[in-house]
């Protein structure tokens, strides 16, 4: 967090606790006040009452009846409001606060956002001026081309999980689905990722023939998402392990690496919109925090649920439960 966030939600809280403490005051003062102005009118009546009157024990009951019915009377009001109030400034404290995080979260995501579109237009600039300007030899061409190509599929990645995100929050994604081959899906995914990243080692295991009823291009988004965070997370000299197995009526999907892994408190936070692991000042991994967030949203879009859990002997694993129907 900030320090710029950090005393944003401190002033927010005391500013909080100060409106508070003033209204319980003021309804405790009123209370007192009135219960006071009660007693006052209750001796006056009594007062007023001739003792040798033969109704007076039941007119001095009925004024004492009357005094007790208007107290119960304030401290009913009195509770009531107090609720009101506290019920109001908790809605109105929680929704400044999570209003303050997201719009950091939504300040680093545009920090974010430019600087994973400046990278792949930067290298791509580069490459091409490169190829237009020097005379090369026909390895070095290719390598510059599948290069500018990688920076390429890196921006329309990007460039769709934001279109996704935008479609979603304003509720305009309308999905077609239909009977999807999810191995031949995940196959697919798995040899773009061999070809863009040569080095990085990925082992497979993905049992042929699953199919589920699904969109392919968002089972499509999901695999990506899930194999580039492990890309991104994990060392690399380590493998990536994506796997797929059909048991009985459901089918498990799951990507693991050797990362560092995660805290126990991080691992429900990393499918939240916006949310990185890490400090945003110092974290060197790219990204914007919206690939895990887009992968909950898919799974639950196809009835399924998903989760993370520590590999052995470290890192991640994130696994996808699919109902079958």
């Known amino acids: 967090m900030s320090p710029l966030l950090k005393s944003k939600l401190t002033l927010v809280t005391a ?18 006040a009135l219960d006071k102005q009660n007693i006052m009118i209750t001796n006056i009546r009594l007062n007023e009452l001739k003792h040798d009157d033969p109704n007076y024990y039941r007119a001095a009951l009925n004024i004492e009846n009357a005094a ?11 509770t009531t409001f107090l609720v009101l109030i506290l019920v109001g400034a908790v809605f109105v404290f929680r929704a400044t606060r999570r209003q303050i995080k997201l719009s950091q979260q939504q300040q680093n995501f545009m920090m974010a956002v430019t600087h994973e579109l400046k990278t792949p237009i930067a290298v791509a600039q580069l490459n091409l001026e490169t190829l237009q300007k020097r005379q090369l030899d026909d390895d070095k061409k290719q ?30 994604y309308t999905t077609t689905k239909q009977e999807v081959n999810l191995s031949d899906l995940l196959e697919g995914c798995v040899d773009d990722f061999k070809k863009r990243f040569s080095s990085r080692i990925i082992q497979e295991n993905i049992t042929e023939g699953v199919y589920i009823i699904g969109e392919s291009l968002l089972l499509q988004m999901l695999a990506n998402n899930l194999i580039d965070n492990a890309n991104k997370y994990a060392k690399k000299e380590t493998a990536i392990t994506v796997s ?6 459901q089918i498990e999907f799951s990507v693991a690496d050797l990362g560092e892994g995660l805290a126990e ?5 990393v499918f939240e919109k916006f949310y990185r692991v890490g400090e945003e000042n110092t974290r060197k991994t790219k990204g914007t925090g919206l690939g895990l967030y887009l992968c909950k949203k898919i799974v639950e879009g196809h009835a399924g649920k998903i989760f993370v859990s520590n590999n052995q002997p470290q890192g991640s694993i994130f696994t996808v439960i699919f109902k079958i129907a």
Do not use: P
């Not at 510059?144 to 305009?172: H, K, M, P, V, W």
């Open 143 to 172: 390598m510059l081309i599948s290069n500018t190509l990688q920076e390429a599929n890196r921006l329309n990645t990007l460039c769709n999980n934001i279109l996704f995100a935008a479609q979603l929050d304003a509720g305009a």
């Open 244 to 249: 797929l197995l059909q048991k009985d009526d």
């Open 265 to 269: 408190d991080e691992k429900k936070k």
């Open 68 to 78: 007790h019915r208007k107290t119960i009377q304030f401290i009913s009001e009195g």
């Open 15 to 32: 500013v909080y606790w100060i409106l508070l403490s003033y209204m319980v005051a003021a309804l405790i003062w009123w209370f007192i």
